[in-house]
């Protein structure tokens, strides 16, 4: 599982999370990501945004619920044996 560094622009705090599948939606870029490689963990839905200025990419929480509840959707079906609840 890949592990990657967030940085929160508003804090500048730094956050590591395990990318457990990305997909790509009408265009756009999705990574589904955990704080935890054991048990029941939190997940966040990211969509990836503009590239910085570095070329890193940016990514933003999805928090809109039709979009949340599609993209959840998609990665289920992509992860066989996981469950995603909201």
Excluded: H, P, W
Aim: with cysteine; hydrophobic share 35%; net charge negative.
């Amino acid at each position: 599982m890949e592990k990657i560094a967030f940085t929160f622009e508003d804090t500048k705090e730094t956050v590591d999370f395990f990318v457990l599948e990305q997909t790509k939606i009408n265009g756009s870029t999705y990574i589904l990501v955990t704080d935890s490689e054991e048990g029941d963990a939190e997940c966040l839905i990211l969509r990836e945004s503009v590239s910085g200025k570095d070329g890193d990419c940016i990514y933003e929480i999805v928090e809109e619920d039709t979009e949340l509840k599609a993209v959840s959707g998609v990665f289920e079906e992509l992860l066989e044996n996981t469950d995603i609840r909201m």
